[in-house]
């Protein structure tokens, strides 16, 4: 099994006319992704890479039957885009741009509110479930279909825990990027949820950077969960303490207060298995499975 997108999953992708977002739904496509169309305001009717494009996500979705859609579209234009995702009821949105304005994306929460729609993102390089779907711009060559599931919001992170659930030769079930910009839309609760619920998923790897209170809100619900699912946990900048200003939103939110030995300790009373390195997680995953 996987969360969010398998095989079945029917993929439109909104931009992908352009140069970018023909070349990643190309590669999806070739990795197995069911791509059933493109969205383009300004070349509705015409096709590309074969598949036909449409006005609106509307149309595309009662023509197609799509059910989840990328996002390819320029930062201005995310607030649009998501409000027709948002109108037509697309379970799943996968926004790849970065530098959303703040101001839109507090109106993007506003509509996903209530709504039937899930975004993940904005600057985010998506998910996808090995061997059955990519929705974004993973590279889909180091990914291995597995039990361990992944979420991040971190693009770089992501791509090394990936490698080190292969190294414990365990793969993934899904990974999911949930975004680097200041405000996303799904957070770290929701896919935990997800993944606890998932019986092909066996354990859980959470992989944070400097966004301490999107972590903090997860590890809280995780710590008062009565069953659960083992959850490792690494946070990039745990090692040294806050030292300079980054501008990130979590370290601005924190007020510089928490500490790295507090955010461990946070960690540790939730009952996560917590690592000081990146390479230590194919160790613990193998301690997890009782290998050698």
């Given amino acids: 099994m996987s969360i969010l997108v398998d095989k079945n999953t029917r993929v439109m992708v909104q931009g992908m006319t352009g140069t970018q977002a023909s070349f990643h739904t190309k590669l999806s496509i070739e990795c197995g992704t069911n791509v059933v169309a493109g969205v383009n305001p300004h070349k509705g009717g015409t096709t590309c890479l074969d598949l036909p494009v449409f006005h609106t996500v509307e149309e595309a979705k009662k023509e197609t039957q799509a059910n989840a859609t990328v996002l390819f579209v320029p930062a201005n234009a995310v607030k649009s885009a998501m409000q027709e995702t948002i109108e037509a009821e697309i379970p799943l949105a996968v926004c790849i741009t970065a530098g959303v304005p703040i101001h839109d994306m507090l109106e993007i929460k506003y509509m996903l509110k209530g709504s039937r729609t899930r975004m993940l993102g904005p600057n985010t390089p998506g998910?996808?479930?090995?061997?059955?779907?990519?929705?974004?711009i993973f590279p889909e060559n180091i990914h291995k279909k597995g039990c361990v599931g992944l979420m991040s919001s971190s693009s770089t992170l992501t791509y090394e825990g990936v490698v080190e659930a292969n190294r414990a030769g365990l793969g993934q079930s899904t990974v999911v990027g949930l975004g680097d910009d200041m405000i996303m839309g799904a957070g770290f609760i929701d896919i935990l949820n997800k993944f606890m619920e998932d019986e092909e998923t066996k354990a859980i790897v959470m992989l944070g950077g400097q966004s301490w209170?999107?972590?903090?809100?997860?590890?809280?619900?995780?710590?008062?969960?009565?069953?659960?699912?083992?959850?490792?946990?690494?946070?990039?900048?745990?090692i040294e303490p806050f030292k300079y200003s980054l501008g990130y939103a979590g370290d601005i939110m924190a007020n510089r207060n928490i500490s790295p030995k507090e955010k461990r300790r946070f960690m540790l009373d939730s009952g996560m298995i917590v690592i000081d390195n990146i390479n230590q997680l194919h160790e613990e995953l193998n301690n997890l499975f009782g290998k050698k």
């Fill in 127 to 136: 998910i996808i479930t090995p061997g059955e779907a990519r929705l974004g």
């Fill in 213 to 238: 209170p999107y972590e903090a809100a997860a590890i809280e619900y995780y710590g008062a969960l009565s069953r659960k699912k083992p959850l490792i946990g690494f946070v990039a900048d745990h």
